[in-house]
């Protein structure tokens, strides 16, 4: 028995023996010993399964083990051929990063992107759970999705065109090109166009032949944008009441609308009835609309549904909500904003009446200061531990203008604050740092702050960072004096384990203007995001670097810094922005860098 010829003839004449339903069984196990063991798999394998599956007379369960078996083993074969193939991909890459046919393959590469991978099982993840995860994720960083595949570059662009702004301007041919180019493609790809929620036109033009051409481009590509939301007009010219019919006609069903200027002409804003938002900043009120009848018109129109008011004025001229703050819908508000206005004693004691009330602001002056220390001192604590005051409040911004406000209203309004578990962001403005500083242990759900501290030094730094919840995500510092630079402090905040965004102020560094930044500016920010590990973004006296870290810090040529870190700076902020501006990756940052607090009049040395 030792021949193996002898062996060879001896086995088959028993397989010969024996019957069928048993060959094709042998057969079977055969395939099955070559392809997981031997790891074999090819036309022999594949055509051992091919004929045991056309055996006549097999069970239902005997084909299921087998087309099982063929099945695994195609997969398997294919995978391995497929990470094979994306090898190849990577190394053309290295090899030639211009290479525009393989970026253009591996963008379009779904099948990687959609097909269950051993290797990578975020590839099972559905789109609806994708979609979350980009949601959180800053448009800076969002961007690299483009390059991974189809599947994951059309869920960000639906993320990154979601709120478009787009710019028209006499000093800026290219914004103006590109504005009317994206009006262009949105009449002619109507996929692009679903895409944009919110729509932000930023006007700067002086009447003329092409502010005609301009809006008449407009008026023809409005209509496409169906599946858009909210819509925001900023800037000169203002919002016209012939342009508030045209919108009207082609979005009746808006939720959120903005008009930001310098006077109101907005004639029948009213028609609009169900907005969730609405915002308005008028320097004066001498427009072409009557803002004392259009305005409380437009809040009672929409008494059942709005929910979020922002109304902004200028200080240095009469105006008055007082016939406003008349209207039913003030009381169901959740979140008010008052921005550079005199608040008079009728619209403060109809503000903290209002219980549903989570986020106020109140940026400007108060036309009775006594009136207003009486009101936010008689402010009460009941049994159970709720305020008689805006028991609800989560938000609060409080910035007076003048710098001659009173320590007594300083005081009453800290005491209106006193044991408010639920406030999560504050910003108190110029508020005494030795008011803040007790009032800060006792807000345990606080997560985003900004503060004002006249003296640092390394005891203020050790007071503020003892004083602060653990769990802080933002926050924002302004110092008018600081014993030694101000970034050597930054090491102190690394015991925050969240902090997301740091921004650092002192007075007397003027926010640069685009000719003339420092040249030591992202070599402060980046010794800030050396000294914190968990900043995404850094502000540096109102500039702003979004951060981007790899771990293991990624090779770098022989000489250079191996910190792992980059930094991008990003743009510096537009006029009458109103809140918004570049994306700071997340509505805490947002909140607490209000771009419209103060207002940006470009004003040399504004901070």
């Known amino acids: 028995m030792n021949n193996p010829d002898e062996l ?12 069928q339903t048993s060959k094709a069984s042998l057969l079977l196990d055969t395939a099955c010993y070559l392809n997981p063991r031997r790891k074999v798999y090819g036309e022999q394998v594949e055509n051992y399964l091919d004929v045991y599956l056309r055996t006549p007379n097999l069970g239902n369960e005997s084909m299921a083990n087998a087309l099982m078996v063929r099945g695994n083993a195609r997969k398997a074969q294919g995978e391995k051929l497929i990470d094979k193939a994306y090898q190849d991909f990577q190394a053309v890459l290295s090899l030639d990063p211009t290479n525009k046919e393989i970026q253009q393959h591996l963008r379009k590469d779904r099948l990687t992107a959609m097909m269950p991978n051993r290797h990578n099982p975020s590839s099972m993840l559905p789109a609806e759970l994708w979609s979350t995860i980009a949601s959180h994720i800053p448009r800076y960083h969002l961007r690299t999705w483009l390059y991974l595949s189809t599947f994951h570059r059309d869920i960000a662009l639906s993320h990154i065109f979601r709120t478009l702004d787009i710019y028209f301007g006499t000093d800026d041919g290219d914004n103006l090109t590109r504005g009317l180019d994206i009006f262009d493609r949105v009449k002619e790809d109507p996929n692009f166009a679903k895409k944009v929620k919110t729509l932000r036109l930023h006007w700067g033009f002086e009447e003329g032949d092409m502010l005609d051409v301009i809006i008449r481009m407009f008026r023809s590509a409005l209509p496409e944008f169906k599946s858009l939301r909210e819509f925001e007009w900023i800037g000169y ?25 310098w006077h109101f002409d907005a004639i029948n804003v009213s028609s609009f009835t169900r907005l969730r938002k609405f915002t308005l900043r008028a320097e004066d009120d001498d427009g072409f609309a009557n803002l004392p009848e259009e305005l409380p018109r437009l809040l009672t129109a929409n008494t059942q549904t709005l929910r979020h008011l922002t109304l902004g004025a200028y ?13 039913p819908a003030i009381q169901n508000l959740t979140v008010l904003d008052l921005v550079d206005t005199r608040v008079s004693q009728i619209c403060l004691t109809r503000i903290v009446c209002v219980d549903s009330l989570r986020s106020l602001t109140l940026h400007g002056e108060f036309m009775d200061l006594k009136s207003a220390e009486v009101v936010f001192a008689s402010d009460h604590i009941l049994e159970n531990s709720k305020h008689t005051f805006l028991p609800n409040l989560e938000e609060f911004r409080f910035i007076m203008v003048p710098t001659d406000t009173p320590y007594t209203l300083y005081q009453s309004v800290v005491s209106f604050l006193r044991r408010r578990r639920s406030i999560r962001r504050l910003d108190l403005g110029g508020c005494p740092w030795e008011l803040v500083l007790p009032l800060l242990p006792e807000l345990t759900g606080l997560r985003v702050l900004g503060v004002r501290i006249a003296q640092f030094h390394p005891n203020a730094a050790a007071a503020l960072v003892r004083a602060l919840q653990r769990l802080m995500v933002a926050l924002s510092l302004d110092v008018d004096r600081c014993e030694g630079e101000l970034h050597e402090y930054a090491h102190y905040f690394s015991i925050f384990p969240c902090l997301t ?6 007075a007397n560094k003027c926010r640069p203007q685009p000719t003339s930044k420092p040249i030591n500016g992202s070599t402060t920010a980046r010794t800030v995001a050396m000294s914190v590990p968990s900043l995404d973004f850094i502000g540096w006296n109102g500039e702003h670097w979004v951060v981007a870290r790899s771990t293991p810090p990624l090779a770098k040529a022989e000489g250079d810094r191996n910190d792992g870190l980059e930094l991008k700076e990003l743009p510096t902020r537009r006029r009458l922005d109103c809140a918004k501006g570049v994306d700071l990756g997340g509505d805490d940052a947002v909140w607490l860098e209000r771009k419209d607090v103060p207002v940006d009049y470009e004003l040399d040395g504004l901070r």
């Open 8 to 19: 060879t003839s001896t086995v088959l004449s028993a397989i010969h023996s024996l019957p």
């Open 237 to 261: 010219p203002e919002m016209s009441g012939e342009m508030v019919q045209t919108i009207y006609a082609s979005h009746p069903n808006l939720v959120s609308l903005g008009l930001m200027g």
């Open 315 to 327: 200080l240095d001229r009469d105006h008055s909500w007082d016939t406003a703050f008349q209207s």
């Open 501 to 506: 965004f740091l921004h650092l102020k002192q």
